[in-house]
């Protein structure tokens, strides 16, 4: 069965940087798409950046030009580059993958303290 594994979140100053890595194993296709989405203290989930095979991208306008979604399709890979980190970024970020149906991953807890 399809399975998202996550890496890199952790603590980190505003200003600093981390790498996001998902990468999904038991599949026998590649995925349409794959995205990041994030869902802070009391707040909604919400997409961060997405990425489609043919390696267009679209972000969320709050991490525009910070952030960097990026894929290896022939390992079913998706990282986020972040960049210039904000206390506001503080969120469980959750990787997705989307093809037969919606797969996520379990979170990664990103803090950033000022």
């Known amino acids: 069965q399809v399975r998202l594994v996550e890496s890199g979140g952790g603590l980190v100053q505003a200003g600093g940087s981390l790498r996001l890595s998902c990468a999904a194993s038991?599949?026998?296709?590649?995925?349409?798409?794959m995205a990041w989405y994030r869902q802070g203290p009391g707040k909604q989930r919400e997409l961060v950046a997405g990425?489609?095979?043919?390696?267009?991208?679209n972000y969320a306008d709050s991490v525009k030009g910070r952030f960097t979604i990026s894929r290896d399709n022939a390992a079913n890979t998706v990282y986020l580059q972040m960049n210039s980190l904000k206390p506001e970024d503080t969120a469980v970020y959750y990787c997705?993958?989307?093809?037969?149906?919606?797969?996520w991953g379990q979170g990664t807890q990103v803090t950033v303290s000022s």
């Open positions: 990425i489609i095979r043919s390696g267009v991208t």
């Open positions: 997705n993958a989307v093809g037969p149906r919606t797969w």
């Open positions: 038991g599949s026998s296709f590649s995925f349409n798409a």
